[in-house]
């Protein structure tokens, strides 16, 4: 069993930084991709950005150059430091993983990110 524990969102003014933090604990031999999704009221869910093992990156392009994503293997832990944040970032984030030969997918409880205008 794999547990996904997020931490570090809240209320920011626009303009201002957040950095979300998603610890990933219980029966893992390798955690491939781990990503950030997020999904905003009335809306869809959407990917916000994803690294792989290698340390290869991708992002949505409403985020680029604002929204970095990191990981560090030796604590299975995944970050979002979000700086520029906009009110159209509010929203519940998700962190998300694929462990294990066969992909296994976990998603996180999810944590509010609120931007106020």
């Known amino acids: 069993q794999v547990q996904l524990v997020e931490s570090g969102g809240g209320l920011v003014q626009a303009g201002g930084s957040l950095r979300l933090s998603c610890g990933a604990s219980?029966?893992?031999?390798?955690?491939?991709?781990m990503a950030w999704y997020r999904q905003a009221p009335g809306k869809e869910r959407e990917l916000v950005a994803r690294i792989t093992s290698r340390g290869i990156t991708n992002y949505a392009d409403s985020v680029k150059g604002r929204l970095t994503i990191s990981r560090d293997n030796t604590k299975n832990t995944v970050y979002l430091q979000m700086n520029s944040l906009k009110p159209e970032d509010t929203a519940v984030y998700y962190c998300?993983?694929?462990?294990?030969?066969?992909?296994?997918?976990?998603w996180g409880q999810g944590t509010q990110v609120t931007v106020s205008s």
């Open positions: 219980g029966s893992i031999f390798s955690i491939n991709t």
């Open positions: 998300y993983v694929l462990i294990g030969s066969n992909l296994n997918a976990y």
